[in-house]
């Protein structure tokens, strides 16, 4: 339970934090040349004495599924003894959401010592910057606060997901022990790009050299593209369906309350090839994320854990079936109700989409559905639309603020 605090002390440190730019909240992100660069983050976490320079880090980008990745490799290294910190974004509801250690979030009292702890250095920053320069953004301190607060809570290792795309994402300051790409769709093109080659560029961006690299990319234009970043880095890449892979058995749709869950069996090449263990590797694991999707992020989380072990962290096979089993992932097809059956979903495109509408399909069983649907102004809400309306008896469009 969070400590009283001043309530004025609370609403004076969000009010700095939230007056800054916020891009996840502004359809106006820069193009990729203009507004984002690294720099400011450097100088911002210099000043703060560089604690991601003391922390163990696993790098995850992609187009989706990173946060439900990052979930389920926390999930994992919290089962095999691991203090981990996990940090992801957007929040849902709380701020302290994105600061998690071993599946608690941050208290208000943390969350207010550490914008107070970035303050100086975010002033004396702006006080400095080039008249052009739109300073510091939101997500740039909320990088640096996650930052402090896992070195400060003294985690052994934190799983750090990108903001959006990964070059010049204020993530890319750290030097993971693995960085992961999950999947490459089409997905803030004024940002990243307009072809699935240009945005895995910008995802590849993470690459660090030498460091192994663990991909879900399955088509062949973004495939290509990461290994030739990978190459060009010299880093060992193990990918989904030509290292590892998996096959997914969907649950059988019934009027069952209990949890409709899946089942993955994770395979992996036992040549030895891309840093894998030279011995044929099997798992059978109970997914506690819903959905033929989760199992393809699943099996990028096993194989992350897979280039761990290589590393010399201890995880056993134990902690990998529970980790998944247990991981939760908020809002990526949760169930909120039951009877009848309530799913929340943060769905923005149309991959997302087809993967809601596979698992509704695949696990579910409904006499009528209703969907209530919101969306942002620079998602293709058509596209989303042509593809849910089909599978609902009514839609109610709606707006949120």
Request: charged content about 20%.
């Amino acid at each position: 339970m969070d400590e009283t605090i001043d309530a004025n002390c609370l609403s004076d440190a969000l009010s700095f934090l939230y007056d800054r730019i916020d891009y996840e909240r502004n359809a106006a992100v820069p193009a990729r040349s203009q507004g984002l660069h690294l720099n400011r983050m450097r100088d911002l976490l210099r000043r703060l004495g560089n604690p991601h320079h003391r922390l163990n880090v696993v790098h995850i980008a992609g187009t989706k599924g990173k946060g439900s990745t990052a979930s389920m490799i926390a999930s994992v290294l919290v089962q095999a003894e691991f203090r981990v910190g996990l940090y992801t974004s957007p929040h849902l509801q709380r701020l302290e959401e994105r600061f998690v250690v071993n599946g608690q979030s941050c208290t208000q009292q943390q969350l207010v010592d550490l914008i107070e702890h970035v303050r100086p250095a975010v002033v004396e920053l702006d006080q400095q910057r080039a008249a052009n320069d739109c300073g510091l953004t939101f997500f740039e301190i909320t990088t640096a606060m996650a930052l402090a607060h896992f070195d400060r809570e003294s985690v052994d290792i934190a799983v750090l997901e990108v903001g959006m795309g990964g070059r010049l994402d204020s993530t890319n300051v750290c030097h993971p022990l693995v960085s992961v790409i999950t999947n490459i769709s089409l997905d803030h093109t004024r940002q990243l790009g307009n072809t699935l080659a240009s945005i895995a560029a910008e995802k590849a961006g993470i690459i660090k050299p030498r460091v192994p690299v663990v991909s879900g990319v399955v088509p062949a234009e973004p495939r290509e593209e990461i290994a030739r970043v990978a190459a060009m880095h010299n880093s060992q890449l193990l990918a989904l369906d030509k290292d590892f892979h998996f096959s997914f058995k969907s649950p059988v749709a019934t009027n069952s309350p209990l949890l409709p869950q899946g089942t993955l069996i994770y395979s992996e090449n036992g040549d030895g090839s891309a840093g894998t263990t030279g011995q044929d590797r099997r798992l059978s694991l109970k997914l506690g994320l819903l959905g033929r999707h989760q199992a393809a992020n699943a099996a990028v989380a096993v194989a992350t854990i897979g280039r761990l072990k290589s590393l010399g962290w201890a995880i056993p096979d134990e902690a990998i079936v529970q980790g998944v089993a247990v991981a939760e992932c908020p809002a990526r097809i949760e169930i909120v109700g039951k009877h009848p059956w309530i799913i929340l979903d943060t769905a923005h495109n149309t991959a997302s989409i087809e993967a809601l509408i596979a698992v509704l399909n695949e696990s579910f069983v409904a006499q009528r559905r209703v969907l209530i649907f919101a969306t942002t102004r620079d998602k293709d809400a058509l596209g989303m639309l042509r593809l849910l309306r089909p599978q609902f008896d009514s839609i109610i469009l709606t707006r949120y603020h």
